[in-house]
T-cell receptor, first 114, second 109 residues
Framework: GAGVSQSPSNKVTEKGKDVELRCDPISGHTALYWYRQSLGQGLEFLIYFQGNSAPDKSGLPSDRFSAERTGGSVSTLTIQRTQQEDSAVYLC????????????FGSGTRLTVV | KNEVEQSPQNLTAQEGEFITINCSYS?????LHWLQQHPGGGIVSLFMLSSGKKKHGRLIATINIQEKHSSLHITASHPRDSAVYIC???????????FGKGTKLSVKP
């Protein structure tokens, strides 16, 4: 596609439920990143996929968070047993071959846990 | 200490003023991004710099690699420039960006 597409744009969920957030990167971009922006906070790195390599999960805040990337394209970020502190905007970005040039952000998914 | 520090945190300006936002970083980098985030959350990459200076319209970005410092300048500011401006550095080893906390700019008519 023309840009990085994320869905849903907004998600309200009850505490304890699982949620899945989707990111469709720019076609041909081998690198995909998930970030989180909590209210009043800066952007926080979560996870990084580069081609077929094992993902860098060093930013995931707990084992309730997981992500996968199928076929080197679409990625899904899953949060299990959501907590109120998970409320944030989850941003996806992609870039060609992991280079910093061509870094493009999606418009984000605003997650609210009630 | 944060690896990427921005100043000021908040900035209010009158339309037409020249604006400077500063970014200092403590890690070795291969490049630096200036990002713009409008209310509602969408993020746009304004510049990617690895040396020198870049200009796009009324926006100018400079970087001094030796001093680990970058500045974003806005000339003839306009209310539509009101947004959060974020400095992000790319170390290269992990592939992810490290972000400053952002500068919230409000330009009054």
């Amino acid at each position: 596609g023309a840009g990085v597409s994320q869905s849903p744009s907004n998600k309200v969920t009850e505490k304890g439920k699982d949620v899945e957030l989707r990111c469709d990167p720019i076609s041909g971009h081998t690198a995909l990143y998930w970030y989180r922006q909590s209210l009043g906070q800066g952007l926080e790195f979560l996870i990084y996929f580069q081609g077929n390599s094992a993902p860098d999960k060093s930013g995931l805040p707990s084992d309730r968070f997981s992500a996968e990337r199928t076929g080197g394209s679409v990625s899904t970020l899953t949060i299990q047993r959501t907590q109120q502190e998970d409320s944030a905007v989850y941003l996806c970005a992609s870039s060609p071959s992991g280079s910093v040039g061509g870094y493009t952000f999606g418009s984000g998914t605003r997650l609210t846990v009630v | 200490k944060n690896e990427v520090e921005q100043s000021p945190q908040n900035l209010t300006a009158q339309e037409g003023e020249f604006i400077t936002i500063n970014c200092s970083y403590s890690v070795g980098i291969s490049a630096l991004h200036w990002l713009q985030q409008h209310p509602g959350g969408g993020i746009v990459s304004l510049f990617m710099l690895s040396s020198g200076k870049k200009k796009h319209g009324r926006l100018i970005a400079t970087i001094n690699i030796q001093e680990k410092h970058s500045s974003l300048h806005i000339t003839a500011s306009h209310p539509r420039d009101s947004a959060v401006y974020i400095c992000a550095v790319y170390g290269g080893s992990q592939g992810n960006l490290i972000f400053g906390k952002g500068t919230k700019l409000s330009v009054k008519p």
